[in-house]
């Protein structure tokens, strides 16, 4: 009974952690002197209150569960990813340019090409990194925050240049954006007149197949050990290195893939601010919030990222009735983050000592190794 | 049109700018080498800028104190090195993840800040260039290195005092025991938490004059996301550094020159598509990363939580 109860906590830490963030946000509304049950009220009126709403919260949480989903791949390789905003980016270029290339093509194939287009762009924008990491050292935390800003540029550049509406290319004031795709090209709406798209749909069957991926398969096996123990992988006659590269590159593809999905499925063009955010509106790092949330677990994410897909929604309900800007959520997102991985150590800390209580009342072999292999699954 | 780069007064104004523009970075990058040479990645530089950078212009518009400005800065960058090292130390928080955290809540708190307080966007008359006398009036080199204002000298002062404490103090010795043994400088008695503590505190302290050094004394703006990505880059050029002081200023000028290039091209509109020379410095610190990397040696407990064996 106790170690179910036990259980269940664990479980529930990321929720908690979730509340914490929740009631910091309070405060900080209360120094704002915004009532903050009339600041969470409009929130979850703007992500559930209506069709439209909850609508406009899954096509939110479809690019998020696919960056999410690369996250899972790539921290259970011990490979920190944070370049979805980059990966996302030339995802969607790509998958633009196929749109905008072969305009007489049939509409099927496509939307099926830009999305395989937009999984190889990030495939290479997150391989490069794991490349460098795997025979080059390059730390990839920081090389991927550098690829993000090239490729910032890259769309900069592209979308004032090669790629550029012929209708902008006339005109003075030469907005930065592409023209927009064809109608046989955009993703199925799945409930008009909401938003909702068939991105959604994809998103979710990739959950289970990266489920799949990662328990059932050999590929999922080799990087989650080489996450778990690089030299014990090296001597079992795992390629490690292979390993680090595979676990950043399919991180990367997800995230392209999200990029091609939000041109396809949302805005059906590429329009730059000049910033990375403008195109990506943080999805590349609340993908990453989204993952961890769903505790790396790729079916856990599918709640996670609608949870934080609402959250993103629902502040800009907030902002409208009473005045809170939606900038707090990317705050309070950021709490989430430090909070639950905080937490990870009270759930490994509870670990160890059931252990201690287990092989007191039950003492092991005295040869069997001192701890088990960490419990990740 | 490329001739127009090379004429004497055109290069006395890149030079003169870069070794300007080098000042946030520095101040970043050298608090993260502390940070970093105690054993711990700080990645939400970019966010206790962000946060830095607002506290210092608010208090500055408001008080038309500059220095109370700066004091605000670091204060708030002292709060959030000490949320980060009480995450990272107390609860051995994941520090790679844990400063994505910290990045996420700085972004977020400063734009709110920002909306809630001040609504637009404004402009301060930040600290003033201070002609060093008889040096300043040296040809050429005067303009560029001696006609800056108090915030950018500070901030090479900063790189000798660092290489100064870490190489010839005991705190740097410790600070530097606690980065590659911690378990031997526990032996000896030296507090691994409490040194680490300082090391970030002092991290988030430099991070937040860094923010300010932008704020009112470089742009004389406050505006949401200012820093686009320089925390990272302060993070990147502690690696590019190898840990050293030098070295990391050796970087800082490496970047912030060709950024005053950069600017300069745009200026005398050079065509060569600006996005290109925008992204001229992140390549070259990837491409230095995989020259260098490999032959330098990190912090040996980088990133790892220290723990007393049982």
């Avoid at chain 1, 309070?26 to 929130?43: D, G, I, T």
């Avoid at chain 1, 910032?152 to 979308?159: A, K, P, R, S």
């Avoid at chain 1, 910033?275 to 590349?284: D, E, K, P, Q, R």
Wanted: hydrophobic share 55%; with cysteine; proline share 4%.
């Amino acid at each position: 009974m106790r170690s179910r109860l036990s259980a269940l906590f664990d479980a529930l830490l990321p929720v908690i952690a979730t509340l914490a963030a929740l009631a910091v946000g309070a405060v900080m509304l209360l120094f704002l002197k915004v009532n903050p049950v009339e600041a969470y009220a409009a929130l979850w009126d703007g992500a559930f209150g209506s069709t439209n709403a909850f609508a406009e919260t899954l096509v939110k949480a479809t690019p998020l569960l696919l960056v999410a989903l690369g996250i899972c791949i790539s921290f259970r390789g011990d490979v920190i990813n944070i370049g979805g905003e980059g990966q996302m980016i030339i995802g969607g270029l790509l998958a633009t340019w196929v749109g905008l290339t072969f305009t007489n093509a049939p509409g099927w194939l496509v939307i099926t090409s830009a999305m395989i287009a937009g999984f190889l762009g990030g495939a290479i924008w997150g391989g490069i990194p794991g490349y460098l990491k795997a025979y080059f050292n390059v730390n990839e935390i920081l090389s991927t925050v550098m690829m993000n800003a090239i490729a910032v540029q890259i769309m900069n550049f592209m979308l004032r240049g090669p790629m550029i509406d012929p209708v902008q290319a006339q005109k003075a004031s030469k907005i930065p954006q592409t023209a927009r795709l064809i109608e046989s090209f955009r993703l199925a709406r799945l409930m008009p007149p909401t938003r909702l798209h068939f991105g959604l749909i994809i998103a979710v069957a990739l959950a289970v197949l990266v489920y799949i991926l990662l328990w059932r398969t050999t590929l999922g096996y080799r990087i989650r050990a080489v996450g778990l123990n690089p030299s014990a992988s090296k001597y079992a006659g795992i390629k490690v290195q292979r390993y680090i590269v595979m676990a950043l590159l399919l991180s990367g593809a997800f995230a392209g893939l999200a990029g091609a999905v939000q041109v396809y499925g949302v805005n059906y063009r590429m329009i730059t601010d000049g910033s990375a955010s403008g195109f990506t509106s943080n999805s590349g790092f609340n993908g990453i919030v989204a993952a961890l949330f769903g505790q790396l677990h790729p079916l856990w994410s599918i709640l996670a990222s609608v949870l934080f897909g609402a959250l993103l929604v629902g502040a800009n309900q907030m902002q409208r009735v009473v005045q809170a800007p939606s900038a707090l959520i990317t705050a309070l997102n950021g709490l989430v983050v430090v909070f639950v991985v905080s937490s990870e150590f009270l759930r490994r800390r509870r670990q160890r000592q059931r252990l201690a209580q287990a092989n007191k009342e039950n003492p092991p072999p005295a040869d069997a190794p001192d701890r088990p292999m960490e419990a990740k699954s | 049109m490329i001739s127009e780069l090379f004429t004497v007064t055109v290069l006395i104004g890149i030079l003169s700018s870069g070794i300007r523009l080098a000042t946030p970075y520095l101040y970043a990058a050298i608090g993260e080498t502390f940070s970093q040479r105690s054993g711990v990645l700080n990645l939400g530089v970019e966010g206790q800028m962000l946060l830095g950078a607002f506290a210092a212009f608010y208090v500055a518009m408001n008080t038309g104190s500059l220095w109370l400005g700066v004091l605000a800065a670091m204060i708030v960058g002292v709060a959030m090195g000490l949320a980060m090292a009480f995450a990272t130390v107390n609860l051995h928080a994941e520090q790679g993840i844990s400063g994505i955290g910290f990045y996420l809540f700085g972004l977020g708190m400063s734009d709110l800040l920002f909306q809630k307080m001040m609504g637009t966007v404004r402009t301060v008359d930040g600290f003033q260039k201070i002609a060093i006398p008889f040096l300043s009036k040296i040809p050429g080199i005067g303009e560029i290195f001696f006609n800056h204002n108090i915030l950018v000298y500070g901030s090479y002062f900063l790189v000798l005092l660092a290489w100064f404490v870490l190489n010839k103090t005991t705190l740097g010795l410790k600070i530097r025991a606690v980065g590659e043994n911690p378990d031997a400088a526990d032996s000896l008695g030296v507090s691994v938490a409490r040194v680490r503590y300082f090391a970030i505190i002092f991290g988030g302290m430099m991070s937040g004059l860094a923010g300010a050094s932008l704020s009112i004394a470089l742009l004389n703006v406050f505006q949401q996301n200012m820093t686009s990505g320089l925390g990272f880059i302060a993070v990147a050029l502690v690696y590019f550094g190898a840990w050293r002081p030098g070295g990391v200023l050796v970087g800082a000028l490496l970047f912030s020159m060709v950024n005053s290039l950069q600017l300069w091209i745009q200026v005398l509109g050079i065509s060569i598509p600006s996005e290109l020379a925008v992204m001229m410095p992140y390549v070259l610190t990837i491409l230095v990363l995989i020259a260098t990397v490999s032959k330098v040696i990190a912090p040996t407990a980088l990133t790892k939580p220290f723990e007393r064996e049982e």
